[in-house]
Each structure stands twice: as C-alpha cells, then as structure tokens.
C-alpha cells in the first residue's frame, strides 16, 4: 500500500517534527491558527565543533560483545527514525526528533585525544568499536574524515577495531583495512535493514540502499576483510518478511554472518516511531505497536539486560527461529563480530622517547 502523507513528512528526512527533550524544563506548543499558508524551507544540516578531552567511551552490558567504543559524531544525517540513539541529543538540551538529523556535532582532534589515551600506562588492549551509537560513516565524515584519522591512529598502534556502519564511503578507507586485516586487526558489520526501495526511503532516507549495501559487502570481502551483514532492526510486519531474502543475499555477497536485534524505543524514540507509523503506515500501526509490545512486557521499550536486543514471547521466538534455520541453510554464523587479535597493541616510538633498556 502506498505510504500517506502528512505534515509530519519532511521530505529527505525522518521526521519532519521535534519534540521536546526530556531534561528541558520550559516548553512550549505550536498551534496552527491557519493563517501561515507559505512553504517553510528545508531544514540544513549544521555542523558544531565537538571539542574531547576523552574518546573511547566504555560499558558493562552483557548485551553487546565489546567494553569500549568511539563515536566520532553526535546525531546523524542518515535520519533512521528507529535509531536507538536519538534520545541522546536530549542530553545536548536538542531533541531526538528533526534537530538529532540535522544539528550535529563532530569531535575534532578525536585521534589525538585517542592516542594520549592509548599511551596511558594503565591502557590494556581491547577490541573496540567505531559506529556503535551514530554512523562513523555518515555523510559529513567525507568532509571532517575523523574516522579515516582514528583508523589511521590505530593502524599505527596495530589495535582491534571492529566498525559498524550502514554507508560505503567505509571503501575509502580499504587501503588501512587492508592492512589492518593481514593481523586479524579488523572486521566490519554493514546494516541491512531492507532491501525495498521504498521502504528504506522512508525508514531511512539519506542512507544507501540495500543494494548498495551488499554491494559494499562484496567489494570488503574481496579485499579480505571480514565482513558481516547486521539486520537491524527487525521491525514487525515492517520489514521481518525479508528475514529470508536478506540472510541469502547476505552469504551471496561474502557476508561471513548475520545478526540481528529487535526494534528497541527508548524515552522519545517511541513517540518519534509512532508518528512515523501514523504518517506512513496508518493501516498497521496498532497491530505493530501490539506484537513490540508483545515482546516489552507489554510495553514499547524493555530496557532489561538480556531483553532488550531480542524481547521475548511467541514472535520474538519465531523471529529467533527463522534467522537461526536461515544462516543454517547458507552457512553463516550468528555473531557480530569474531574474536581479534590483542598481542600485536604496541605504542609506536615518538621523537624524543627514551630507548628501552632492554
């Protein structure tokens, strides 16, 4: 069915509204009199120096196979109206709405401040991982480059990263991937989220398509690097019939594994999803907030460890069946990421630095 319109829609982005922030104490409400009948312009993206004294964040969730990360941008231009991240802005005093597209802030010097903390004495090596909050990939990361320049930082310090991402401008930075691979230093996870045109339009405007995904796939996995397709989120009766489709075309494109987490609306993504589905989809909307919450404890959101990435009942059972029964059929593992190599950390020499002794 065609997806509807309304002036919640704002064209090339997630949602065309901005709720205010949970921590904002004053609020006010727009109210249409009909007297404004003029177009209002298109919202512009405006990018804000992110000024860190600290890069690498850590965290003790059982729910996610890493204890540290860097996230070289706050908010994201590809819009996803599910990302699990826009309530984060609220802490900036922005909303998770139309302001976490379009007001970014991106963490100049992050390498330099990556590299005091990679010579700390009291560092021990450890995967980390690069995109798990916003996409490191986004399409202001062709002008800042603060990924290629963490990368390039770790390459010389030959520290695990492992990178999630759903853009391919990630095949720019094949040539310190490259190298990075030789040491089992690396692998990366491309989201694949649909593989319908239209859907993704609206689900995920300013990203590539799913084609363009697997095609990324292909192009890392032929230069030998390990690479995995993570479908997220599954969203029901959204985009959980392509569960098959997209495990297949995955292990045709070299994807060593598949993944994947259940659609998660903590504080204002929920009622940020919800207008999404009333503009788009008003004919299912009841019925998919009813089979999520089938899987929150009859909530939107389950918060609990254990929980949260997967839900639980009947449908979340079914969706772990199927993904299960179809890396079986095409020979893929499950997990995110593989196990990397930390015997190879070592801090290079600066000029200046003492000689060891021994």
């Given amino acids: 069915m065609a997806a509807s319109q309304s002036r919640h829609s704002t064209k090339g982005r997630g949602t065309g509204i901005n709720p205010v922030p949970r921590y904002r104490i004053q609020r006010h409400e727009p109210v249409d009199d009909g007297w404004w009948r003029g177009d209002e312009p298109a919202p512009q993206t405006c990018v804000l120096p992110d000024p860190a004294r600290r890069v690498i964040s850590y965290n003790r969730s059982p729910d996610v196979p890493f204890d540290r990360s860097i996230n070289p941008y706050r908010g994201c231009e590809h819009g996803c109206i599910y990302c ?6 609220a802490y900036l005093d922005l909303s998770p709405g139309l302001d976490f597209e379009t007001r970014l802030f991106a963490k100049i010097g992050a390498a330099d401040c990556l590299e005091a903390e990679l010579r700390a004495p009291g ?73 319908d045109t ?41 985009n959980d019939a392509e569960i098959e489709t997209i495990v297949a075309r995955a292990a045709a494109a070299g994807a060593r594994s598949v993944a994947s987490v259940l659609l998660r609306l903590p504080h204002e993504l929920s ?12 004919d299912r909307a009841q019925r998919v907030m009813n089979t999520l919450q089938a899987c929150r404890g009859g909530k939107d959101n389950d918060s609990r460890f254990g929980r949260r990435m997967t839900g639980e009942g009947p449908y979340a059972q079914l969706i772990s069946q199927r993904l299960t029964l179809a890396r079986r059929r095409h020979g893929l593992l499950h997990r995110r990421f593989h196990r990397l190599n930390t015997a190879a950390f070592v801090c290079p020499r600066r000029h200046g630095d003492q000689l060891n002794l021994i």
């Fill in 123 to 195: 560092y021990r090596c450890a995967p980390l991982v690069l995109g798990a909050n916003t996409d490191c990939y986004q399409p202001i990361e062709k002008q800042y480059r603060i990924t290629r320049e963490l990368l390039e930082r770790l390459a010389e310090f030959r520290h695990p990263v492992s990178i999630l991402t759903k853009s391919s401008l990630i095949l720019r930075d094949r040539d310190i991937l490259r190298e990075l691979a030789r040491d089992n230093l690396v692998n990366v996870m491309v989201s694949v989220t649909t593989l």
């Fill in 84 to 89: 699990f991240a826009r309530p984060s802005h």
């Fill in 198 to 238: 239209d859907l993704k339009r609206r689900l995920e405007p300013r990203t590539p398509s799913g084609e363009r995904r697997l095609a990324t796939v292909t192009a890392l996995h032929e230069a030998g690097i390990p690479t995995g397709v993570l479908l997220a989120p599954v969203i029901p009766h959204i």
């Fill in 271 to 282: 009622a940020l999803f919800r207008d999404w589905l009333g503009t788009h989809y008003p």
